[in-house]
């Protein structure tokens, strides 16, 4: 991973998860630290972590000990994937890393992995940080990095690997 983007990661390391959600498209989120409540009545949950993680589109797959715990092909709908995510006990983040060209991996305590994988030729987001001084860190499909503001338009993507 990139140095610059480890910088600004690095105080996410050692967090508990405080938020985990599958949205639409089966888009996976998970929050770190501290709640934010956000007072979005429109919103699914009243708040979000103080670190965010995530794909929107990207296929993932939450693994512990050897053994897929949930994925995103997974053969459930919406509501019964986020029944059985309620009960996976996640711990803290201890590094974040780049697999392959493509994907990227999560590592958590409890010897637990997340895994999200670049799956689509078009150039597109496959993992997202939101962190809380607003920097939005996104890894895409052309194996690059980049880091842009969280609360301004992203007219073209900066990269910077």
């Known amino acids: 991973m990139v140095k610059k983007i480890l910088e600004i990661i690095n105080p996410m390391f050692g967090l508990k998860c405080c938020r985990a959600r599958i949205s639409s498209y089966k888009s996976l989120s998970l929050g770190f630290w501290e709640k934010v409540f956000h007072n979005n009545p429109n919103l699914v949950d009243t708040y979000y972590g103080e670190w ?3 794909s929107y589109y990207s296929a993932w797959r939450i693994l512990q000990d050897d053994k897929i715990l949930l994925g995103k092909t997974d053969a ?4 019964k994937m986020n029944k059985k995510l309620k009960k996976i006990k996640f711990g803290e983040i201890i590094s974040i890393n780049q697999l392959s060209k ?3 991996r999560v590592e958590m305590t409890n010897n637990m992995f997340i895994d999200f994988f670049g ?3 078009a150039r597109d987001e496959i993992f997202h940080i939101f962190c809380p001084d607003k920097h939005l860190i996104e890894f895409f499909s052309n194996g690059r990095w980049a880091i ?3 609360n301004v338009p992203i007219p073209r993507r900066k990269y910077i690997s």
């Open 148 to 150: 842009n503001w969280s």
């Open 52 to 54: 965010e993680i995530g």
């Open 119 to 121: 799956t689509t030729s």
């Open 76 to 79: 459930y709908d919406i509501p």
């Open 102 to 104: 493509f994907d990227i």
